[in-house]
């Protein structure tokens, strides 16, 4: 086993990514850093699922932000649902519709979430794709941990250091 100088902030992260997903160091970064390992730990599906080949193949914000949302659609389908419901008037981030979106702003782009009747507004900045998805993920009950990994894995083009820097 080789040995790294990392910092003391990037290793606390690494730490707390580990233990929130009841993986070793180790297995993290290999899962990141695409280093084929064990498979990862079925208590956390999300996290499977972000590690996995098929959300690694998304290159856009955009693409995984929308997979991220198809998998929260299919996987807890009655609180999706029920978010949506709960969604303030004003600029709304999901809908039933492109419609729906579209006639709160005119200038808003949608796209539908594969696999669902739902639809997303597209034109987010980055930041802002995050907090709204930490916001549904919350609203379904993931811990803190978990929403931060999710929605660190928007924005991520390579490697782990932007995960673990964010």
Known sequence: ??????????????QDLAT??????????????????????????????????????????ADKYLAILGWLAARHPADFAEFIRNLESGRRYLGLSREEIVDRCRHNQARQIAGSPYW?????????????????LEFIGYRPAVIEFVCAAIGIRR????LLAT
């Open 1 to 14: 086993m080789k040995t790294i100088e990392i910092s003391d902030e990037v290793y606390e992260a690494l």
């Open 20 to 61: 929130g997903f009841n993986r070793t160091p180790d297995e993290v970064l290999a899962s990141l850093l695409h280093v084929p390992t064990g498979s990862p730990d079925a208590s956390e599906p999300i996290a499977a699922f972000i590690l996995s080949s098929e959300f690694r193949t998304k290159f856009t914000d």
């Open 120 to 136: 997303a507004i597209m034109n987010l900045d980055t930041p802002t794709k995050r907090r709204f998805l930490g916001r549904v």
């Open 159 to 162: 490697g782990a250091s932007h």
